[in-house]
């Protein structure tokens, strides 16, 4: 019986909270990488808020051939090859962000992404598949790359871009690998 049992829970484990924000120690896993790297006058900032969310807010340009605004974990060892996706629940302004995880510790390369429409104001859980994630390099897809491998997650983050330009505001709760 207990072999059974821990066979199920190796195929089925619980989720594993990766971040929920309640302290502020957690927001220092993460930066900002805007589309200043390449010229451009994107702007945004991480904020903890008191009630355990993590803001990344700021204002998208398209001026100087900008765009894009993002925020990202420094590179760290997730483990989390036992799962095959995850939940994120967070609270948008209406437009679109992508949700990003790279394989490696570079700045650039390969990112495997998946859109996240959200609804102003309204907290939503997102749910997904690393399968259903594109490997992707500066907005081009790359469909023949190989795919992510859970185990070798090493950095995550979300990304406004696609010419949304103005003022943007996410709100995220938490983040947690699931079994899906």
Request: no cysteine.
């Amino acid at each position: 019986m207990l072999l059974m049992y821990l066979f199920a829970l190796l195929l089925n484990p619980t989720p594993k909270m990766i971040y929920n924000f309640e302290k502020q120690l957690q927001i220092n896993d993460w930066m900002i990488v805007n589309d200043g790297v390449m010229g451009g006058l994107s702007e945004s900032s991480l904020k903890y808020q008191n009630n355990g969310i993590m803001r990344f807010a700021g204002v998208v340009s398209l001026d100087n051939y900008g765009g894009f605004a993002s925020t990202r974990t420094r590179p760290q060892d997730y483990q989390l090859g036992s799962y095959n996706g995850m939940t994120i629940r967070l609270k948008g302004d209406g437009k679109r962000y992508k949700f990003r995880i790279r394989s490696n510790d570079n700045f650039d390369g390969i990112s495997y992404t998946i859109d996240i429409e959200t609804e102003a104001g309204q907290w939503q859980d997102h749910r997904f598949l690393f399968s259903d994630m594109q490997a992707t390099f500066r907005g081009r897809i790359f469909p023949d790359y190989s795919a992510l491998e859970a185990s070798s997650i090493r950095q995550i983050g979300f990304l406004i871009a696609d010419k949304q330009e103005g003022p943007f505001k996410l709100e995220v709760d938490w983040i947690q690998a699931t079994r899906l």
